[in-house]
T-cell receptor
Framework: AQSVAQPEDQVNVAEGNPLTVKCTYSVSGNPYLFWYVQYPNRGLQFLLKYITGDNLVKGSYGFEAEFNKSQTSFHLKKPSALVSDSALYFCAVRTDSGGYQKVTFGTGTKLQVIP | DAGITQSPRHKVTETGTPVTLRCHQTENHRYMYWYRQDPGHGLRLIHYSYGVKDTDKGEVSDGYSVSRSKTEDFLLTLESATSSQTSVYFC???????????FGPGTRLTVT
């Protein structure tokens, strides 16, 4: 069975400071990893993904994530936080299951950027 | 949210009544999903579809059924709604080549 853990329900960071939102995963085989963002009263939006290749993945809105196989982590990062980054962030993992795409989501981390 | 819509966006219904939520996508994606979002649980998969008339259960499928008669439409039915099914429901779609999912705007369902 595959699983995703987001150990922090909420992360607070001052505007302009670097931010990190943590994610660890458990999966058999090679993971496909994703980050999504959800703004209030909206659906989730895709931010970035790791499938294979370079461990540092760059995505939308200046976000990046680092895949660390030994620590089974895929933390989301941004060098300088903006107030507009305040939202709910979800990490997700996918593996093939009988050839079908099944994705498991974490419980989400609320990011609050303080002006 | 471009390319995937859900209807209705809000619904209040009484316990024991049937409810159908509709998802429509214009991306010609093969895979479609229904999730529910509840505080403390994140997103949980209810059912998914891997093609027309091909569906399978997710982790919280009890009390729900789905149908997919066309590539673009994926229906979620609550046969007899219960208060525990009060939630926000999201539909998503994806194709095999890019893997990421595209989400609809959600349906807020309240069962009284």
């Amino acid at each position: 069975a595959q699983s995703v853990a987001q150990p922090e329900d909420q992360v607070n960071v001052a505007e302009g400071n670097p931010l990190t939102v943590k994610c660890t995963y458990s999966v058999s085989g090679n993971p496909y990893l994703f980050w999504y963002v959800q703004y209030p009263n909206r659906g989730l939006q895709f931010l970035l993904k790791y499938i294979t290749g370079d461990n540092l993945v760059k995505g939308s809105y200046g976000f990046e994530a680092e895949f660390n196989k030994s620590q089974t982590s895929f933390h989301l990062k941004k060098p300088s936080a903006l107030v507009s980054d305040s939202a709910l962030y979800f990490c997700a993992v996918r593996t093939d299951s009988g050839g079908y795409q099944k994705v498991t989501f974490g419980t989400g981390t609320k990011l609050q950027v303080i002006p | 949210d471009a390319g995937i819509t859900q209807s209705p966006r809000h619904k209040v219904t009484e316990t024991g009544t049937p409810v159908t939520l509709r998802c429509h996508q214009t991306e010609n994606h093969r895979y479609m999903y229904w999730y529910r979002q509840d505080p403390g649980h994140g997103l949980r998969l209810i059912h998914y579809s891997y093609g027309v008339k091909d569906t399978d259960k997710g982790e919280v499928s009890d009390g729900y059924s789905v149908s997919r008669s066309k590539t673009e439409d994926f229906l979620l039915t609550l046969e007899s709604a219960t208060s525990s099914q009060t939630s926000v429901y999201f539909c998503a779609s994806s194709d095999r080549t890019t893997y990421e999912q595209y989400f609809g705007p959600g349906t807020r369902l309240t069962v009284t």
